[in-house]
């Protein structure tokens, strides 16, 4: 008995700390992955960047970002003054692809995105 109350409390403890751990970037929604994907951008966090996408679309991403592609580069740097502070988006859900427009930044130069769900994260799709 007295053994059972000693091994609880550090069980407790540990997933109390576990559950307080657990400060991902939600991905639970398509509007929130494209708002994370654009605030990483606007950080210039390249790993939080990917996090947000397939691992197809990270494997094209890194290729781009290692070509220098000039154009590619412009409209990472675009993303990081376009964004808007409040995010209007309309939202098209078929089963596990979402197609998602960001109403509101003309200016961005990417506003359209597809999604896919996979293992219920919506992350960013440009395959």
């Known amino acids: 008995m007295i053994i059972r109350k000693f091994l609880t409390i550090p069980l407790l403890l540990i997933g109390l700390t576990l559950a307080g751990c ?3 970037p939600d991905r639970s929604t398509p509007e929130n992955s494209i708002a994370g994907f654009m605030v990483a951008m606007q950080e ?19 290729q781009r970002l290692d070509s220098d592609s000039e154009g590619f580069i412009e409209a990472v740097e675009n993303a990081r003054t376009s964004y808007p502070e409040e995010p209007e988006f309309r939202v098209d859900i078929e089963g596990d692809r979402a197609d998602v427009e960001l109403i509101n930044a003309p200016d961005l130069g990417l506003t359209d995105f597809t999604l896919k769900r996979i293992d ?5 799709s440009f395959d």
């Open 22 to 24: 657990s400060n991902a």
């Open 44 to 62: 210039s966090d390249i790993e939080a960047v990917e996090y947000f996408m397939t691992p197809q679309t990270q494997e094209m991403f890194r």
């Open 120 to 124: 219920g994260s919506w992350l960013i």
